[in-house]
């Protein structure tokens, strides 16, 4: 599975910014789609996710700013940032993986967001 991002960018703070990625190759079985972000110096965290059966997670501390969606038929996941903060500055990694298997992921997205 090849996966790609989009929709990256530099956003004032307050602003909202919506990510996208696109799945090709052997998508039969991406049971998972989400997406991961790393900031300068921390580790890579789960940000969000949304399962073929449309069950979703969102880390607690963004929800209300933070939701996510899913085309199965696109094969694409979606993310759309609002009130995004300063905080909210890191590469943005979407993944999908199957049931069982490894994960693929996508090269990731800059999002920078300006106080």
């Known amino acids: 599975v090849q996966l790609v991002e989009s929709g990256g960018g530099l956003v004032q703070a307050g602003g909202s910014l919506g990510l996208s990625c696109a799945a090709a190759?052997?998508?039969?079985?991406?049971?998972?789609m989400g997406w991961y972000r790393q900031a300068p110096g921390k580790q890579r965290e789960l940000v969000a996710q949304?399962?073929?059966?449309?069950?979703?997670f969102i880390a607690e501390y963004l929800k209300g700013r933070f939701t996510i969606s899913r085309d199965n038929a696109k094969n694409t996941v979606y993310l759309q940032m609002n009130s995004l903060e300063p905080e909210d500055t890191a590469v943005y990694y979407c993944?999908?993986?199957?049931?069982?298997?490894?994960?693929?992921w996508g090269p990731g997205t800059q999002v920078t967001v300006s106080s």
């Open positions: 993944y999908s993986r199957p049931r069982i298997g490894s994960t693929n």
């Open positions: 190759g052997s998508t039969e079985n991406m049971y998972a």
């Open positions: 949304v399962t073929s059966e449309g069950r979703i």
